[in-house]
């Protein structure tokens, strides 16, 4: 696609981690934006507006406001939210956009899945995006899968950043196991590659990463930054099972599977991602008080 015609590229989830990424990334690159999102007067919604974003409103699980905002759009980046629709309704919300497209005729349809979807994973979370993986393919859309590995935007969740601001690392891995991580802005350049590239990358499924650690690697780099020792702990598998049996689920399988996002194909995409020393220097929210 050239300069003169980018867009305009519907993008949802636009207010949350990844479709927040992806259309800033994207506006950065000269695209036409339409940022969907439930609630255009919320302070994120306004701060994409004022970076040049168009705001749309609609709701994954209304399909009129899916027909009405990908009326003339010529992409959309889909992403949808497993902690706040469920199983059931992340399968029915990513089914519906992927329906609204093909009615649509959209162009090109980038959905964003997770790392070891496609490998028979077991984990609840995973196993809903190959669901609609599947159910894109049956459509015969123009798509692109991107599968991210774990996000390092994780680490602005409330437990992690109480446990850190307490000197502790809490992933339930062990300290040596080698642990896959990107930043949301590497999803977005991943992303806009993606949709400026599309006979490239169309039927394609991608696993990103941007960087390779260990728990006791990825520790060390929040104690640099916060000038003082922090800890790797593996919290028992029993305990977590008992707290969140679904991320017991995922640990799981990060423990005995992992993340096989291959790290120098993917440089000759996008040479230079964000490591994650980098990312808590610059994107990290700091420790809970």
């Known amino acids: 696609m050239t300069d003169g015609d980018r867009g305009p590229v519907l993008v949802t989830g636009a207010t949350g981690n990844q479709g ?9 690159r000269g695209w036409t934006v339409r940022a969907m999102c439930r609630d255009p007067g919320k302070d994120s919604a306004r701060a994409l507006e004022s970076e040049g974003a168009q705001l749309v409103q609609g709701d994954l699980d209304e399909r009129a406001s899916l027909d009405s905002a990908l009326d003339g ?18 399968v029915r919300q990513g089914k519906a956009i992927a329906d609204a497209a093909q009615a649509a005729g959209t162009g090109h349809l980038v959905y964003s899945s997770v790392g070891g979807a496609d ?34 935007e994780n ?3 409330p437990l992690y950043r109480g446990a850190l601001g307490n000197g502790v690392l809490p992933l339930a891995l062990s300290s040596d196991r080698q642990f896959q991580v990107i930043a949301c802005a590497d999803v977005g350049v991943f992303a806009a590659t993606a ?32 000038g003082r020792d922090i800890g790797h702990v593996k919290p028992p598998m029993e305990k977590l099972r008992e707290m969140n049996p679904e991320v017991a689920e995922m640990f799981d399988w990060y423990e005995n599977e992992g993340y096989e996002a291959d790290l120098q194909a993917l440089a000759k995409i996008h040479p230079k991602p964000i490591g994650l020393s980098e990312w808590i220097g610059s994107s990290w929210t700091g420790p809970a008080s």
């Open 195 to 226: 949709l400026e590239r599309p006979d490239e990358f169309a039927g394609e499924g991608l696993e990103i990463a941007g960087e390779e650690l260990t728990p006791s690697e990825v520790a060390a780099g929040f104690a640099a930054h916060l």
């Open 20 to 28: 927040g990424a992806v259309a800033r990334e994207l506006l950065k």
């Open 119 to 152: 490998r028979s994973s077991g984990v609840s979370h995973f196993e809903t995006k190959w669901q609609i993986e599947e159910h894109i393919r049956s459509l015969g859309l123009r798509a692109t899968v991107l599968r991210p590995v774990f996000l390092m």
């Open 73 to 90: 759009a010529e992409a959309v980046f889909a992403v949808q939210n497993f902690w706040e629709a469920g199983a059931e309704g992340e």
């Open 155 to 157: 680490f602005n969740g």
